[in-house]
């Protein structure tokens, strides 16, 4: 491939190739395959190829190369097709033969039974499904449930546009595998190939939706309990006369902030992928073209009347979630602003008291002031009594007792003002 006069994305062969990952395989009828899907987790992609390449090499199938995502080999007649999802690893194998019993001899009884007990992860779905040719004449619906699905209720519709029909019940059987018969009307190759992909993701992405319901049903009881707890923090916030304290009400709302969390954070990715998943089993079934077949029970309807209550039971779990931890936000929000009052209050009074301390101390201080203003005034008199003694002992003529009192007044003045000149150069002029 010649380069291009101009810069491209680093991502954009990526992006075209996506378009064109995990084709269907052409089939043609009679056909089995045995499907199943592993969830092994998000990191486990180097361990689930080189799970698949030890199969291959087993049976003699090209490995996958180093980072694959997908991948079909032939295995001397069975096809092996692998896809590595976000979370789960899905193995579907085809083999052509003619059969007269649909599910007995399936396809994964060819695989080793060593190797199937070491798939990375866990199974959640697997499934058998067989084409018939269109020349087999099927039996009724009711015989139909009787030979090959243990008599249990069918489930079934035409589809495609009238060129399959498709018979299932949705049930494990002994073998742990659920069950899809198909009989050919007219499918070609390619068409076929995506019907039965379609069926196969169908039956995963319904098993990997519902992988949320058990978690919506453990926890509600406790965002119940967090529902109740929060109503009682916010009767007592409105009750003036609860004595209970606001750091107490405080500290319970904080712990169950936390529970909300906690909580959110365990199973907020599980109820956004079962959405995700349940827009899939939505979007198959159109793709699927169904039409009512006799008065057997649709697929669509089966699956609205069963799934929709437990999508819906994980979408109101998952909006109770977010509801409380806005309610947590708001009654939090109010007790800091109620916190926050009763800090002011409380900062006002002490101002206010010690605004009372301060008016109280100047005039302490004042009182103080005048008192020292008369007490160094004394001892000021006393000295300057000394002077005019000295004075009239030297023999000037000095009367001790007009000269002492006569120097009082000055003495005071002096005294005050040398006294006030001092303050205000401690304290400041504007006497603050």
Request: a negative charge.
């Given at each position: 491939m010649?380069?291009?006069p101009?810069?491209?994305?680093?991502?954009?062969?990526m992006?075209?190739r996506?378009?064109?990952?995990r084709?269907s395989?052409?089939?043609?009828?009679?056909?089995?395959v045995?499907?199943?899907?592993?969830?092994?987790?998000e990191?486990?992609?180097?361990?689930?190829?080189?799970?698949?390449?030890?199969?291959?090499?087993?049976?003699?199938g090209?490995?996958?190369?180093?980072?694959a995502?997908?991948?079909?080999?032939?295995?001397?007649?069975?096809?092996?097709?692998?896809?590595?999802?976000?979370?789960?690893?899905?193995?579907?194998f085809?083999?052509?033969?003619?059969?007269?019993d649909?599910?007995?001899?399936t396809?994964?009884e060819?695989?080793?039974?060593?190797?199937?007990?070491?798939?990375?992860?866990?199974?959640?779905?697997?499934v058998?499904?067989?084409?018939?040719?269109?020349d087999?004449?099927?039996?009724?619906a009711?015989?139909?449930?009787l030979?090959?699905?243990?008599?249990?209720?069918?489930?079934?519709?035409?589809?495609?546009?009238?060129?399959?029909?498709v018979?299932?019940?949705?049930?494990?059987?002994?073998?742990?595998?659920?069950?899809?018969?198909?009989?050919?009307?007219?499918?070609?190759?390619?068409?076929?190939?995506?019907t039965?992909q379609r069926?196969?993701?169908?039956?995963?992405?319904?098993?990997?939706?519902?992988?949320?319901?058990?978690?919506a049903?453990?926890?509600?009881?406790?965002?119940?309990?967090?529902?109740?707890?929060?109503?009682?923090?916010?009767?007592?916030?409105?009750?003036?006369?609860?004595?209970?304290?606001d750091?107490?009400?405080?500290?319970?709302?904080?712990?169950?902030?936390?529970?909300?969390?906690?909580?959110?954070?365990?199973t907020?990715y599980?109820?956004?992928?079962s959405?995700?998943?349940y827009?899939l089993?939505?979007?198959?079934?159109v793709?699927?073209r169904?039409?009512?077949?006799?008065?057997?029970?649709?697929?669509?309807?089966?699956?609205e009347?069963?799934?929709?209550?437990?999508?819906?039971?994980?979408?109101?779990?998952?909006?109770?979630?977010?509801?409380?931890?806005?309610r947590?936000?708001?009654?939090?929000?109010?007790?800091?602003?109620?916190?926050?009052?009763?800090?002011e209050?409380?900062?006002?009074?002490?101002?206010?008291s010690?605004?009372?301390?301060?008016?109280?101390?100047?005039?302490?201080?004042?009182?103080?002031?005048?008192?020292?203003?008369?007490?160094?005034?004394?001892?000021?008199?006393?000295?300057?009594?000394?002077?005019?003694?000295?004075?009239?002992?030297?023999?000037?003529p000095?009367?001790?007792?007009?000269?002492?009192g006569?120097?009082?007044?000055?003495?005071?003045?002096?005294v005050?003002?040398?006294v006030?000149?001092?303050r205000?150069e401690?304290v400041?002029?504007d006497?603050?």
């Amino acid at each position: 491939m010649t380069k291009p006069p101009f810069r491209e994305h680093s991502q954009r062969e990526m992006l075209i190739r996506e378009l064109h990952a995990r084709p269907s395989e052409p089939l043609k009828a009679p056909l089995r395959v045995s499907q199943f899907a592993a969830l092994s987790g998000e990191q486990s992609l180097d361990a689930d190829r080189e799970h698949l390449a030890r199969l291959c090499a087993r049976l003699g199938g090209g490995a996958p190369p180093e980072g694959a995502k997908h991948h079909t080999a032939d295995l001397g007649g069975l096809t092996v097709k692998w896809e590595r999802h976000t979370e789960f690893c899905s193995y579907t194998f085809f083999r052509r033969a003619h059969f007269s019993d649909p599910f007995a001899d399936t396809v994964v009884e060819e695989l080793p039974d060593d190797w199937l007990a070491e798939v990375p992860g866990e199974i959640l779905s697997a499934v058998h499904l067989a084409i018939v040719p269109a020349d087999v004449e099927m039996p009724s619906a009711e015989e139909i449930s009787l030979r090959h699905f243990n008599g249990n209720p069918l489930i079934g519709n035409v589809v495609a546009g009238g060129k399959a029909l498709v018979w299932a019940d949705f049930r494990l059987h002994s073998d742990h595998f659920t069950r899809i018969l198909i009989q050919d009307k007219g499918l070609d190759q390619p068409h076929a190939g995506r019907t039965v992909q379609r069926l196969v993701e169908l039956n995963t992405y319904r098993a990997l939706a519902l992988l949320a319901l058990p978690i919506a049903q453990e926890v509600t009881p406790k965002l119940r309990a967090v529902d109740e707890a929060l109503a009682d923090i916010s009767t007592r916030m409105a009750d003036r006369s609860d004595k209970t304290s606001d750091a107490e009400l405080l500290g319970r709302l904080s712990q169950l902030s936390a529970e909300i969390e906690s909580i959110a954070a365990r199973t907020s990715y599980r109820f956004g992928a079962s959405n995700a998943y349940y827009s899939l089993v939505q979007q198959r079934l159109v793709d699927l073209r169904l039409e009512r077949l006799g008065e057997v029970l649709t697929i669509d309807g089966f699956l609205e009347r069963r799934m929709g209550p437990a999508m819906a039971t994980c979408e109101s779990t998952h909006d109770r979630q977010e509801v409380l931890a806005q309610r947590a936000s708001r009654v939090g929000s109010l007790l800091r602003a109620r916190v926050e009052v009763g800090l002011e209050e409380q900062n006002s009074r002490l101002l206010n008291s010690m605004n009372r301390r301060a008016k109280m101390q100047l005039k302490l201080q004042q009182t103080v002031e005048g008192l020292s203003v008369v007490a160094i005034s004394y001892y000021a008199v006393g000295l300057v009594g000394y002077l005019v003694k000295a004075a009239e002992t030297a023999g000037a003529p000095i009367n001790v007792g007009l000269a002492t009192g006569i120097a009082v007044p000055f003495v005071l003045l002096l005294v005050w003002f040398g006294v006030r000149k001092l303050r205000e150069e401690v304290v400041g002029e504007d006497g603050e």
